[in-house]
């Protein structure tokens, strides 16, 4: 216990850094499996629903289970004013693993024989794959919180509802449309696209 909570120790080790990096790298595979037709960045990245429902949502978990492992030694943690900093190496941990996870899985354009951003606009493009890090890092440190509170199943389900929501309602249902009309369903139907 006094090794884990010495000024500079990183809560972290190579068994946690690992779950991140295979779930990214399934995550690129996909990618590079249904990205034969359209050579786009974010057709590849953000418009297949695997990532989100798949792999990020068990990046998630994974980062919950982590939370939740070092919840049960905080009250021995609080006695020795150590909290703030355990809590610190907490949000370190949790940056670094998602960092982890997207340098992964959008490094693996290099293997992809992509155009970046053919499909709409570059600045949109950005925007959307930084988004995408963005908001699962928030969640990820929102899930933090369980480490001091209790609710742990409420938190859990609530920060996978917020993925969803934020993927389904505001990624597909407004950015992707302002990047490409081409994501616009009713667009796709009326000038008959189907392969997308």
Known sequence: MNTLL???????????IIP?????????????????????I???????????LITQSLLLLFIMWQVVTYKSVADLVSIRHKLVSVQK?????????VFLYFGVY???????????F????????????????FV??????ITIIAYRYGHVMSLLIGVQILNLAYHYGLEIGFLLIKYSKLYDPLYRALHHIYNR
């Open 89 to 97: 190496q907490l949000f370190l941990m949790v940056g670094i693993e």
């Open 42 to 52: 974010i057709a590849a990245y953000i418009n297949p629903n695997f990532s989100v």
């Open 106 to 116: 959008y490094s693996s354009v290099v293997f992809m024989d992509n155009k970046l």
């Open 20 to 40: 991140p990096i295979v779930l990214a790298s399934i995550a690129g595979i996909n990618a590079l499996t249904h990205n034969s037709e359209n050579h786009d």
């Open 6 to 16: 010495k000024k500079h120790d990183i809560l972290f080790s190579w068994p946690t």
């Open 118 to 133: 053919v499909d709409g606009n570059a600045q949109m493009g950005i925007l959307l794959l930084f988004s995408r890090f």
């Open 136 to 141: 699962t890092l928030i969640l990820a440190f």
